[in-house]
């Protein structure tokens, strides 16, 4: 009974990294529009509501432990962005922003993810993407829109932001609790 245990347990981690490699790799079911849009008005910015964010620094990679080292700068980047919105940002920084997090969420190596790490980090970080994707997505639909204004895109841009916010949170927590 232990050999058939790991062996189902061994199967789950393989599905959920290969849920995992398919998920958020640029919203191409979301209508491919973070790489193909309009070009926005540069005046046009949306603040985010002020949040709280966690109070800690980057975390250093050379006393992380394999997590930290695997799914940090993807976590790391998103938080950055996070910190972005609070000051506002134009369509274009935005998009820019989200195309630099797609990179480095596609530099993780994820056939080497351990499943706690992917249950407590990387799982609720990648549903923070794909909200920011969602997010651009209704950007740049807007931008392509004539009459839709900043206005107009700001309360589906900041529940979609709220909720990222709330996944990268728990995301963060999951690092704090594997880190070393």
């Known amino acids: 009974m232990h050999a058939a245990a790991r062996s189902l347990l061994v199967g789950c981690a393989l599905l959920a990294v290969l849920m995992l490699a398919g998920c958020g790799s640029g919203g191409s079911d979301q209508g491919g529009t973070v790489t193909a849009t309009a070009a926005a008005d540069p005046g046009a910015t949306v603040a985010k509501e002020p949040q709280a964010t966690p109070d800690k620094k980057s975390r250093p990679h050379s ?4 997590c930290q080292t695997q799914l ?3 976590v790391a980047s998103m938080d950055s962005l996070r910190r972005r919105l609070a000051v506002g940002v134009t369509f274009d920084q935005y998009l820019a922003e989200v195309r630099g997090i797609r990179s480095t969420y596609r530099k993780i190596p994820i056939d080497e993810v351990e ?3 992917l249950d407590s980090v990387g ?7 794909n909200r920011y994707i969602q ?5 740049g639909d807007c931008v392509s829109e004539a009459g ?4 107009t895109v700001e309360p589906v841009l900041q ?4 909720i990222a916010s709330h996944f990268l949170s728990e ?7 594997i880190a070393p």
């Open 63 to 66: 006393a992380a432990g394999p």
């Open 72 to 74: 940090g700068s993807f």
């Open 115 to 117: 499943i706690g790490c």
């Open 123 to 129: 799982t609720p970080a990648e549903k923070a993407f």
């Open 135 to 139: 997010a651009a997505n209704d950007w």
């Open 148 to 151: 839709c204004s900043s206005e």
């Open 159 to 162: 529940r979609h932001w709220r």
């Open 171 to 177: 995301a963060d927590a999951g690092l704090d609790a």
